[in-house]
Structure formats: C-alpha cells, structure tokens
C-alpha cells in the first residue's frame, strides 16, 4: 500500500539553528502534501499544504517566512523550520493521498519527527 | 468540515470490544466520517470510513446511525496495542482538498 517516509525522526538543534524536515511519498507520486504540527498531549493543527511546483498554502496564524515548504518534485516534500527556538519544539507530521486510490481513500501520514530545540 | 464530539478517554478491557461513540450532528449529505488513531509518538493511522452504510474492515467495523449525526467504531476483540486516540473525522469529498481537521479524539486505553 502507499506509504509516506519522514526523515528524521527525531532531531535536536539549538536554538537560532534551521532544521530541514523531508516527507516523501515512497510508491506514488503526490501532487499535495499536508504538514501537521502536535503540541504534547493536543490534537494535530494542519500548518500548511504543500503544492507541488507551486507555492505552499499556509493556514491561518502560521508564518511562512519561518515554516518554509518546499515542494520541488512528485515524490518530495520539504518543511525548514528557520531559527528554531524551544517554542518550535513540536511533533512534525506529514499526510499524503495516493492519487491512485478512488477519490474518497485516506490520507496516509508519515511517523512523524519530534523536534527540541535546547 | 462538520465538528466532532468525542469522549476524551475510555477504558476496555483485554479481548473485549471496544465501541467508541462520535457525535456529528451537523454532518452534510455529502460528508463521510473517517476514523483514525495515533499510536503514542506516531503518525496517524488510517482505520475505516463510510458516508451511510456500516463498514467492515480487517481491523474494525463502523456504524452509522440511520440519520447519520452519529457513529461509532467497533474494535471486535481489543489488544493492548489497540491503546491509542481515535479521532473521528468528517469532511467533505472535495477531490484537491484532502485535508482533514482533527478534534481532541479519545484516547482508548486497554485494561490487561
């Protein structure tokens, strides 16, 4: 079945540094990604969808100058956090939908990346 | 997309089945209700979906009422790995705009 990777899965920096978080689509080509973000012990807010070849739609209240989304190819999506601090500490999700699958299947979703920044 | 109503937690024990509720009152003709859970530090899981039918799958069994403002979601004979949140979710079927909006959910925890 269609499968979403994220790497890394955990990743530490220290605060003012960027990370690069990627989120790939293994066995099928997407052309929409969607980037969650987890806080401890609360539900998964959507931070922005990924258009591949296009600019990245971001929901309200996430600034895109700090979340930068990148979505350069079918297979590949990237979300660079730019300097980080603890604040940004978080967990990272990544959903896409093969477009192969009849047009009410699931997203699938990535296993995430936990985020510290010290 | 239509709002969702959870219990925040509930407990089952080991072999039993599992029923969590879902209350989508306000839920369209055109909405389906997807089911999902979150294992601890993990990525969501896909479970079952349906618009009005009940649905059977592999891992559970959804039921939908008749007028369709609630569900619930079967899990037949409950593991400990079973314990997770479900999070019930409906949306529309806007082929181009898949995401989906997740509530608080329920955290179902399995008894030995």
């Known amino acids: 079945g269609a499968v979403v990777s994220q790497h890394p899965s955990r990743v530490i920096c220290k605060s003012g540094t960027s990370v690069k978080i990627e989120c790939r689509s293994l066995d099928f080509q997407a052309t929409t990604m969607f980037w969650y973000r987890q806080f401890p012990k609360q539900s998964l807010m959507l931070m922005a969808t990924s258009n591949e070849g296009s600019k990245a739609t971001y929901e309200q209240g996430v600034e895109k100058d700090k979340f930068l989304i990148n979505h350069a190819s079918l297979t590949l999506s990237t979300l660079t956090v730019t300097s980080a601090h603890p604040e940004d500490s978080s967990f990272y999700i990544c959903?896409?939908?093969?477009?192969?699958?009849?047009?009410?299947?699931?997203?699938?979703f990535g296993n995430g990346t936990r985020l510290t920044v010290t | 997309d239509a709002k969702t109503t959870q219990p925040p937690s509930m407990d089952c024990a080991e072999g039993r089945a599992a029923n969590l509720p879902c209350n989508h009152s306000t839920i369209s003709g055109n909405e389906y209700v997807y089911w999902y859970r979150q294992i601890h530090s993990q990525g969501p899981q896909y479970i079952i979906h349906g618009l009005k039918n009940n649905e059977t799958n592999e891992m559970a069994s959804l039921i939908i009422t008749e007028d369709r403002k609630s569900s619930t979601l079967i899990l037949p004979h409950a593991t400990l790995r079973d314990t997770a949140v479900y999070y019930c979710i409906v949306r529309v079927e806007d082929f181009g705009n898949e995401k989906l909006t997740f509530g608080t959910g329920t955290r179902l925890t399995i008894i030995p």
């Open positions: 959903s896409a939908r093969d477009p192969r699958e009849i047009h009410n299947s699931p997203l699938h």
